[in-house]
């Protein structure tokens, strides 16, 4: 992946240039958002539901030192072989080592966004191993060479005349053919020629049960399933914070997920692996890669109950105006904007700042996650560790200055007045940040401390 | 130290204190599966169901319906299609056209059935086909997942086993939804009494 210097707000810049387009990205994800309302507001038990999610996931964050041990026993009970990886690198170095074991050089993969947050992808194609990712979406954003801008809708940020000018050039399908139905029946033989043809397969895991060693992947298309028991070797990549204690947990966590994300009653496939088939290898990779740093986070623990729907993008003004890209992290949106600073506090500085801290997103959160209120203590971490904004800082000294002073507080007032009505040209530029897509206000005439002095003053 | 230990150290330094697990019982109704939501939640997640008396009565609508050359099925009650020889490659699948396989119950909130490896012949049959058929008894309904997953535990154990509700589908260009993903391109499901 390039290396990126540009912060949330100049990505969304680019972003916005497209009015049109930011508008269909907008109506599109608040369409989402109403399909999840609607299924939501079929189940009278719904807040219960998040409860009940809510305290699992506590009481997995409290005992994970031992449903993790519980999981690795029961997994290589079941045949499984467990390994952990402390980051990126290492999971990178497992998966490369399980193939070359099998002298395997293409490997198929479902969605999975951890392998997204430790580059797989890249690493693997540096060391002469093909991925091709199955999920249609994911799919078209690889061809594109793009990440994904969305953990559930991988290319919501493309028009479907630019998905069938990829699928021309790659696919072969006939020049100026954007019919979805046409693009993913072409998908669709192209994918399963892989699936056919691939010795590894790679999958993420929705969930993993520590009582049973086995893990869940959801999926509508099928598409790990198709890798995955067509493969001779099967690998799957977990965060260590996917773990739940019991089987029948499942049947809470289904019932959110889907209605959550896309606003399904449930994913068209919930598959639990508890063995390898006959013949197979199954591998499990349980990875860290900053979590244990995250659980030791009094304010930001609670963001590995995150079960990955998506429902706080979908819901967020501000994702929904600046797109997945502007946010430059496998997870984008409110959930990956207190994520990311865990993993590199310089590099994603800028991400607690991309919200209007409205709430919208903890109140659709399936997990109950506080994430608006993350966001606002993770800006606080961020100034006390000298890391805001410069442009931030610097005006929040200056009003800090101006409010403390009466004196300087009135003539500031007089300035701002005299200003926008005699010389607009200074604020008026793009050097304002406010004045983007805004018209500046029309000054008074008068402060109200002057009109009040004028009116009432004397009685 | 390896890295295992050195994860589990670090998770045993900074874990919260325990806090207990939350009381379930309560989403459980105690009632049995409506057939008729389930069928309406299968039809609107594009699946189809179709009310039997008889494993002939199954029999005839796949003939009527399909090329019977290409219809595979593990059920040994249906007589007259092709079976799934013991340990054969699943790469043999490719080709099938319909698959019909029993599942052990049908999930009224969802449209959802359960289906576990030893119902499935090879793990891919009901993925890799073109068509998926599934035969539940009209009276293996549950209402929700909190009482499916009771179930679950009072069938055998399993290797593999999957909810699958409705046929494969996609929404990923522009949120237009196609069905016939990868796998099946349509569901049907049998009820049978």
Known sequence: ?459 | MTTREKILAAVANNQPPKSELPDLSAFKTGEVGSVEQFVQVLTNIGGKAIHVNSWEEIAAFITENYSTTRVVTPIAELTGFKGIPENSDPHGLYDVELAVIKAHFGVAENGAVWITEDNMGLRVLPFITQHLAVVIDGGEIVPTMAEAYDKISLLPSYGFASFIAGPSKTADIEQSLVIGAHGPRSMTVFIKT
């Open chain 1, 1 to 459: 992946m390039e290396v990126i210097t540009k912060d949330h707000a100049e990505l969304a810049e680019n972003f916005n240039r497209d009015e049109e387009r930011v508008n269909w990205h907008d109506e599109t994800l608040w369409w989402v958002r109403q399909k999840r309302d609607k299924m939501v507001h079929q189940l009278p038990e719904w807040e219960q539901l998040r409860e009940a999610a809510s305290a699992i996931k506590n009481n997995v964050l409290g005992n994970l030192h031992n449903y993790l041990q519980q999981f690795e026993a029961n997994a290589q009970a079941n045949g499984i072989t467990v390994h952990w990886a402390a980051d990126a690198a290492e999971h990178n170095q497992i998966i490369h080592r399980l193939l070359n074991e099998h002298q395997v050089t293409r490997m198929v993969k479902s969605k999975s966004m951890l392998t997204e947050e430790c580059g797989l992808n890249e690493y693997l194609h540096e060391h002469g191993i093909e991925v091709i990712d199955s999920d249609l979406g994911e799919r078209i954003v690889q061809l594109a060479k793009e990440p994904p801008s969305h953990i559930v809708l991988p290319c919501i940020h493309k028009k479907k005349e630019e998905i069938g000018e990829l699928f021309h050039q790659y696919l072969g399908t006939p020049l100026d053919v954007s019919d979805p139905q046409v693009l993913t029946e072409a998908a669709r033989g192209h994918l399963r020629e892989i699936f056919i043809t691939r010795k590894a397969a790679l999958t993420g895991v929705n969930f993993a049960i520590a009582e049973t060693g086995e893990f869940v992947v959801c999926t509508n298309e099928g598409n790990a399933d198709m890798g995955a028991h067509l493969a001779d070797i099967h690998i799957a990549s977990m965060g260590i914070e996917k773990l739940i204690p019991e089987k029948k947990h499942l049947g809470i966590f289904l019932r959110l997920l889907t209605r959550s994300a896309t606003g399904q009653p449930i994913t068209t496939y919930s598959s639990h692996f508890k063995t390898p088939r006959m013949g197979q290898q199954m591998h499990i990779v349980l990875v860290d890669n900053g979590r244990t740093v995250q659980l030791g986070r009094e304010d930001f623990r609670n963001s590995l109950k995150c079960i990955r729907c998506g429902a706080c993008m979908n819901t967020c003004p501000v994702y929904r105006r600046s797109g997945g890209h502007s946010y430059h992290n496998a997870v984008a949106g409110p959930i990956g904007s207190i994520l990311a600073p865990n993993l590199d506090m310089e590099k994603y500085k800028d991400l607690p700042f991309a919200s209007t801290l409205c709430g919208s997103c903890t109140n659709v959160c399936p997990v109950k996650i506080d994430i608006h209120d993350q966001l606002y203590k993770w800006r606080q971490v961020l100034v006390k560790k000298g890391l805001a904004p410069t442009g931030k800082t610097i005006g929040m000294k200056v009003m800090g200055a101006t409010l403390s002073s009466p004196t300087i507080y009135r003539l500031a007032g007089k300035m701002g007045r005299w200003t926008l009505k005699y010389a607009p040209f200074a604020v008026n530029n793009s050097f304002n940040p406010w004045y983007k897509h805004r018209d500046m206000p029309e000054p008074p005439e008068q402060s109200f401390g002057e009109w009040y002095k004028q009116n009432r003053g004397s009685k």
